[in-house]
Each structure stands twice: as structure tokens, then as C-alpha cells.
């Protein structure tokens, strides 16, 4: 037990540092990648198009309204972007096709690096302090 709880702890170092490597890479491509047009396609997906489709999609769930608006402002980590756009790079997609593409995926992962990064803290704060608390007994 305690072999497999250290592999699972490697395992989770490894990811995180994963995580910060491509972070720091994707503010480095941002010099080259920054796009106006692709920051309004940011905020129009993290402003419209997640929360709705999260609200109609979670609706008859277990979820709560507040659960559902925080899937639909934090939804699934963008960085996977990275790899798909990777792999359309190296099979076939090139030119302007793959510097819009490129584009669009630096900015967008970048503005919710920035936004949900600096909206975590207050918005699950805000979040946990409408859930119930649990009665404490003492022994």
C-alpha cells in the first residue's frame, strides 16, 4: 500500500509540474500567438457559450444551479487545446489555417489561464459559504 500511495504522489508531482511547464510555454507564445479576435472568441465561449451549454446540459441532474454556473465558468482544463492543435500541425495543417489555429488556442488557453485563475479563489469562497455545515461533536 504505502509503494502504490508513493506512486500515486510521483505521479501527481509529475503532472503539476507538467501543468507549470506548459503555462510557462504558453505565456512564452504569446509574444507570437496574441490575438484580439481570438481573446472576443474567449470571452464569448467562457461568457456564453460554456455556461449555457452547462445549464442545459446539466439540467434534470442532481446538480444545483450553483454547481451548474461553477461547471460553466470553470468547465474542463483548456490545455488539452494544446495537443489537438499539435497534432493537426503535424498531420497536414499548415499556412494561415495553422497560425489562426495556433492563434485561437494560445489566446484562449492563456485568457482562462488568467481569468479562472484570478476568479478561483473568491468564486468557490463565495460557493462554500452557502453549502450546510456539518454539526461538530465533541468527544
Known amino acids: 500500500g504505502v509503494l502504490i500511495a508513493e506512486a500515486l504522489t510521483f505521479g501527481d508531482t509529475i503532472e503539476r509540474l507538467l501543468e507549470v511547464l506548459l503555462v510557462v510555454l ?3 507564445s504569446l509574444a507570437q500567438a496574441w490575438s484580439p479576435r481570438a481573446a472576443l472568441l474567449a470571452v464569448v465561449l467562457f461568457a456564453l457559450v460554456r455556461p449555457v451549454s452547462a ?11 450553483a454547481q451548474r454556473g461553477l461547471m460553466g465558468w470553470f ?14 500541425l503535424n498531420h497536414g495543417v499548415s499556412g494561415l489555417l495553422a497560425e489562426t489555429l495556433v492563434q ?7 485568457t482562462s489561464i488568467v481569468l479562472h485563475g484570478l476568479s478561483v479563489t473568491p468564486i468557490l469562497a463565495r460557493y462554500e459559504r452557502t453549502l ?3 454539526p461538530v461533536f465533541a468527544a
Open 26 to 28: 504558453v505565456g512564452i
Open 75 to 88: 468547465g474542463i482544463r483548456g490545455i488539452g487545446s494544446l495537443y489537438y492543435v499539435s497534432y493537426a
Open 104 to 110: 485561437i488556442v494560445v489566446t484562449v488557453v492563456a
Open 132 to 134: 450546510p455545515r456539518a
Open 55 to 65: 445549464l442545459l446540459m446539466l439540467t434534470g441532474t442532481r446538480t444545483s444551479v
